[in-house]
């Protein structure tokens, strides 16, 4: 379940997926697959090969892209959610979300 996101942040994300660029967007979201868990980051990219790239520098396999016809993405949450989310300088995320104070 995803809740704590704004329509305007939706679109936006969307649009650039659509226009080629490394998207990022954080919401709250509960899955009990994933205990201990309360938000994700789905980075996104319509240049899948792009994608594989910017995944590759952190580990993350092509296997685990989402294959969204319109908006391919990885799903991260956890402790690689806070670390890509830092090196991407995502401040915003991390902040709004308190996804730094969080232990590795």
């Known amino acids: 379940m995803a809740f704590g996101l704004k329509r305007d942040e939706l679109q936006n ?5 659509h226009a080629g660029e490394i998207a990022f967007l954080t919401h709250y979201w509960l899955d009990s697959r994933f205990p201990g868990c309360t938000t994700v980051t789905k980075v996104g ?3 899948i090969t792009k994608l594989m790239q910017w995944g590759d520098q952190y580990g993350l396999s092509p296997e685990w892209i989402h294959q969204d016809e319109d908006y391919p993405h990885y799903d991260l949450f956890g402790e690689r959610q806070r670390d890509i989310l830092a090196a991407e300088k ?6 709004r979300f308190d996804i730094l104070s ?3």
């Open 45 to 47: 990219c319509k240049d």
């Open 90 to 95: 995502q401040w915003n995320q991390l902040e």
């Open 102 to 104: 969080r232990r590795k």
């Open 13 to 17: 994300w969307k649009k650039n997926v």
